[in-house]
């Protein structure tokens, strides 16, 4: 089954931390095309749940590399994004509802 990760800051992590997401990354402020480079040439990661504002800080090169991956699939998420849309979208991309006890 392949793993679900999250990329972005500390603080977009670490509710994806409490509600049990294990492999969260924490975006490198100096080198962030580096680290969004390996979770894509992770074979186990199927899902990459992305903060839009890291996106910011990505070369054009890495920009494509998200926007045309097919696997692993990238879930971009706003801090707009309200909860239940996050949730449904999270559900619909890995068809498990994170929050669901």
Request: aromatic share 6%.
């Amino acid at each position: 089954m392949k793993q679900v990760a999250v990329l972005g800051d500390q603080e977009f992590t670490l509710g994806f931390q409490l509600a049990g997401v294990g492999r969260t990354f924490i975006i490198n402020k100096d080198h962030p095309d580096l680290t969004i480079k390996e979770l894509i040439s992770n074979k186990e990661i199927g899902l990459i749940i992305l903060q839009e504002k890291s996106m910011e800080s990505f070369s054009e090169e890495t920009k494509e590399l998200v926007t045309d991956s097919i696997e692993p699939v990238f879930l971009t998420i706003t801090e707009n994004d309200s909860n239940i849309e996050m949730r449904k979208l999270i559900k619909k991309s890995i068809g498990v509802d994170l929050w669901d006890k």
